[in-house]
């Protein structure tokens, strides 16, 4: 029997990247809505509440009307919008994050979806702070550039306009980005990092980088150490793999894909790290961790629609 999957704002680019890696699975059944019933609210109750598990690709507001409108206690969410990402009741949607987090997922009523930004500053830093290499009260700070497929249909029009587009944009200069709030909760740090973020003129693909100076760092952490403690997290985790040494690191590395990954690079002598994670804006950090998270919670193949 299949898994009935309703996506609400399916006509996104995320909800249309989720339809893709659903498309001929036997597994799923996937609804949607057409253009003119998509603002009926009677039909996407209906909708909303005739599914096993609803796929949320709204704005904030629009995703907590949704999870309104579900009075059917049967039903199970995943909220791709930043909305609940640190809301008490749900559950944070990266199964690698913590040992038993895929284990609470197969049984989660309320899966929210990590941001894009947020999954490679925390695949780097969380097992790091959770080993004591680095202090929980450690001041970060995170830089990160993304495709532009990351700001949806208007970046995209924008970029791809008539217009010349920039090479690189950085922005988000007043440090109050919506990411900080879920970056820092879920990393467990307790202060804001610094959050950096950048658009380049490439449709998909991500690099996060969070630099230290481990020289100060209490202890004194290593880049082996550092990969050492990165290695024991992921173990297991195919979707999340380590980088071999690199002279250079691309922004596509990993576009194209549902996978993650971790550089440790830096100069021991000098005790100075690039922690690097290269991811697809798309993929990790936002269709493939929603099929992902579908995939466990319906007791599916974890790794169905994916591309590791």
């Given at each position: 029997?299949?898994?009935?999957?309703?996506?609400?704002?399916?006509?996104?680019?995320?909800?249309?990247?989720?339809?893709?890696?659903?498309?001929?699975?036997?597994?799923?059944?996937?609804?949607?809505?057409s253009?003119?019933l998509?603002?009926?609210?009677?039909?996407?109750?209906?909708?909303?509440?005739?599914?096993?598990?609803?796929?949320?690709?709204?704005?904030?507001?629009?995703?907590?009307?949704?999870?309104?409108?579900?009075?059917?206690?049967?039903?199970?969410?995943?909220?791709?919008?930043?909305?609940?990402?640190t809301?008490?009741?749900?559950?944070?949607?990266?199964?690698?994050?913590?040992?038993?987090?895929?284990?609470?997922?197969?049984?989660a009523?309320?899966?929210?979806?990590?941001?894009?930004?947020?999954?490679?500053?925390?695949?780097?830093?969380?097992?790091?702070?959770?080993?004591?290499?680095?202090?929980?009260?450690?001041?970060?700070?995170?830089?990160?550039?993304?495709?532009?497929?990351?700001?949806?249909?208007?970046?995209?029009?924008?970029?791809?306009g008539?217009?010349?587009?920039?090479?690189?944009?950085?922005?988000?200069?007043?440090?109050?980005?919506?990411?900080?709030?879920e970056?820092?909760?879920?990393?467990?740090?307790?202060?804001?990092?610094?959050?950096?973020?950048?658009?380049?003129?490439?449709?998909?693909?991500?690099?996060?980088?969070?630099?230290?100076?481990?020289?100060?760092?209490?202890?004194?952490?290593?880049?082996?150490?550092?990969?050492?403690?990165?290695?024991?997290?992921?173990?297991?985790?195919?979707?999340?793999?380590?980088?071999?040494?690199?002279?250079?690191?691309?922004?596509?590395?990993?576009?194209?894909?549902?996978?993650?990954?971790?550089?440790?690079?830096?100069?021991?002598?000098?005790?100075?790290?690039?922690?690097?994670?290269?991811?697809?804006?798309?993929?990790?950090?936002?269709?493939?961790?929603?099929?992902?998270?579908?995939?466990?919670?319906?007791?599916?193949?974890?790794?169905?629609?994916?591309?590791?």
């Amino acid at each position: 029997m299949s898994v009935r999957v309703f996506i609400d704002g399916a006509v996104g680019t995320t909800g249309l990247e989720i339809r893709e890696r659903l498309a001929g699975r036997d597994d799923v059944t996937v609804t949607t809505l057409s253009d003119d019933l998509r603002k009926d609210a009677a039909a996407r109750s209906d909708a909303l509440n005739a599914a096993d598990v609803v796929v949320l690709c709204l704005p904030d507001d629009a995703a907590r009307e949704a999870v309104a409108l579900v009075t059917n206690p049967a039903v199970r969410i995943i909220d791709a919008s930043s909305a609940h990402r640190t809301a008490a009741g749900w559950t944070y949607g990266f199964p690698e994050i913590e040992a038993d987090r895929a284990e609470t997922l197969r049984t989660a009523a309320r899966v929210t979806n990590p941001g894009c930004y947020p999954t490679g500053f925390l695949a780097l830093v969380r097992p790091l702070v959770r080993s004591g290499l680095i202090p929980a009260d450690w001041l970060m700070t995170v830089n990160a550039t993304s495709g532009y497929s990351g700001g949806g249909k208007a970046m995209i029009a924008e970029f791809e306009g008539a217009s010349p587009a920039p090479a690189f944009r950085a922005y988000a200069l007043g440090l109050a980005h919506k990411h900080v709030p879920e970056m820092q909760a879920h990393a467990g740090l307790a202060h804001a990092p610094i959050f950096a973020p950048a658009v380049a003129n490439t449709y998909r693909g991500m690099v996060v980088e969070v630099p230290l100076h481990l020289h100060a760092v209490p202890g004194r952490p290593t880049l082996a150490a550092i990969r050492d403690c990165w290695t024991d997290a992921y173990a297991g985790h195919p979707l999340v793999r380590l980088g071999a040494e690199a002279a250079a690191i691309a922004i596509a590395d990993d576009a194209g894909t549902d996978r993650l990954t971790l550089h440790a690079c830096g100069n021991d002598a000098a005790g100075q790290a690039r922690l690097v994670a290269t991811l697809d804006n798309l993929g990790k950090g936002a269709a493939g961790a929603a099929v992902q998270n579908l995939n466990i919670m319906a007791g599916l193949d974890p790794l169905a629609g994916l591309t590791a």
